[in-house]
């Protein structure tokens, strides 16, 4: 939204102003600002801290609403991987038979403690996600872990490099 919007909202204005229709331009700029508000609301509910501790990865959403505790020996692979593979990835994860609610809750139940949009359950309906996603930051951006109880969790941390490290290290000791 935050790329997008403002290319359109000028665009928009533009055209507008040219042709004279003054109340389409307020309308345009009206909902433009509502869908702000909107994406960076929803960028700013979920906040996740991770943390190690000698044989646990700690998980927290939204202060410590949500809070998950991994034992590190239960971590089989901790592995980066950036925006459209973890799309692919969860896609991949889907059936064909499954119907939208069960879709969403495997959504759900793998990016609960990832704070980026990864473009499934995004609000601008895929525009700005090639853009998003060729970002440099967003290579390589996310770390998916996958645990002995097959579940998996996708993350977003700051350092991810350094999370692989230290999970892979002490998960996989010697």
Same mark, same amino acid.
């Given at each position: 939204?935050?790329?997008?919007?403002?290319?359109?909202?000028?665009?928009?204005?533009?055209?507008?102003?040219?042709?004279?229709?003054?109340? *389409?331009?307020?309308?345009?700029?009206?909902?433009?600002?509502?869908? %702000?508000?909107?994406?960076?609301?929803?960028?700013?509910?979920?906040?996740?801290?991770?943390?190690?501790?000698?044989?646990?990865?700690?998980?927290? #959403?939204?202060?410590?609403?949500? #809070?998950?505790?991994?034992?590190?020996?239960?971590?089989?692979?901790?592995?980066?991987?950036? =925006?459209?593979?973890?799309?692919?990835?969860? =896609?991949? #994860?889907?059936?064909?038979?499954?119907? *939208?609610?069960?879709?969403?809750?495997?959504? =759900?139940?793998?990016? =609960?403690?990832?704070?980026?949009?990864?473009?499934?359950?995004? %609000?601008?309906?895929?525009?700005?996600?090639?853009?998003?996603?060729? %970002? *440099?930051e967003a290579r390589h951006d996310l770390v998916l872990l996958r645990m002995r109880d097959r579940s998996e969790l996708l993350l977003s941390p700051q350092f991810n490099q350094d999370l692989v490290s230290s999970v892979?290290?002490?998960?996989? *000791?010697?």
């Amino acid at each position: 939204m935050a790329w997008v919007t403002p290319f359109l909202l000028l665009v928009g204005v533009i055209f507008l102003a040219a042709a004279s229709m003054f109340l *389409p331009l307020i309308l345009l700029t009206g909902s433009a600002v509502v869908g %702000l508000l909107v994406a960076f609301s929803r960028d700013l509910v979920n906040r996740c801290t991770y943390s190690l501790t000698d044989d646990r990865l700690v998980l927290e #959403r939204d202060g410590e609403k949500e #809070r998950l505790e991994i034992a590190l020996s239960d971590i089989t692979d901790a592995s980066l991987i950036d =925006r459209a593979a973890a799309r692919e990835y969860i =896609r991949s #994860r889907m059936h064909r038979g499954d119907d *939208p609610r069960t879709r969403r809750s495997l959504i =759900r139940a793998i990016t =609960r403690y990832c704070t980026v949009d990864i473009g499934m359950t995004s %609000l601008t309906l895929g525009i700005g996600r090639g853009v998003i996603d060729r %970002l *440099p930051e967003a290579r390589h951006d996310l770390v998916l872990l996958r645990m002995r109880d097959r579940s998996e969790l996708l993350l977003s941390p700051q350092f991810n490099q350094d999370l692989v490290s230290s999970v892979t290290r002490f998960s996989h *000791p010697g």
